[in-house]
């Protein structure tokens, strides 16, 4: 879609106030901006230059409130209704975000899980190659490496004496 230029935004804007209620109000200021489709009128309008959206980027609450939506709410096939999700946002929080900028945060995040996911498994195969060659673990500038082992509460809990005594209680340290 090419970008819309400053006087192509005010004609639109312009439009949309005249011919609020029309069901053709897109293909009408499509002949004031003749450049541009109904089609790429309406999705600029929507996601960009309607006044009631909130420009904000989104704040934490409303990202945890977008993936309980989802959680709860998907599809059985998997199908996300977006114009619920910005409904439900504008009920809960009193913010209109365009349904773009919420289908843009989340495929962003789920692509950082899947990048994460991937990454993760194959550092723990390096792990394991860098523990049977006796290496340490290194990081390298930014980048952190996470090395998860996993200990039994043996591993850290004193054992139990056979025979608790007066002694054994007053010198718990040797437990």
């Known amino acids: 879609m090419p970008l819309f230029d400053e006087n192509s935004n005010k004609l639109i804007i312009h439009g949309m106030k005249k011919w609020k209620g029309r069901h053709n109000r897109f293909v009408k200021i499509s002949?004031?901006?003749p450049n541009y489709t109904p089609k790429q009128i309406a999705s600029h309008w929507k996601n960009y230059l309607d006044p009631n959206l909130c420009l904000d980027?989104?704040?934490y609450e409303e990202k945890k409130f977008i993936?309980?939506?989802i959680r709860k709410?998907?599809?059985s096939s998997g199908v996300i209704h977006w114009k619920y999700v910005v409904n439900d946002l504008k009920i809960r929080f009193g913010k209109r975000h365009s349904e773009n900028k919420v289908k843009n945060y989340w495929n962003a995040r789920i692509k950082r899980e899947k990048?994460?996911?991937n990454k993760g498994q194959k550092?723990?195969?390096d792990e394991n190659n860098e523990q049977e060659q006796g290496k340490e673990m290194y990081t390298e500038g930014n980048e952190r490496k996470f090395i998860f082992h996993f200990v039994s509460s043996e591993d850290f809990l004193p054992r139990r004496p056979s025979k608790?005594?007066?002694a054994s209680l007053l010198n718990f340290d040797n437990l």
């Open 31 to 33: 002949k004031l901006v």
């Open 57 to 59: 980027t989104l704040e």
């Open 67 to 69: 993936a309980e939506w």
């Open 73 to 75: 709410y998907r599809t």
């Open 115 to 117: 990048k994460f996911k």
């Open 123 to 125: 550092e723990i195969k």
């Open 164 to 166: 608790i005594t007066i």
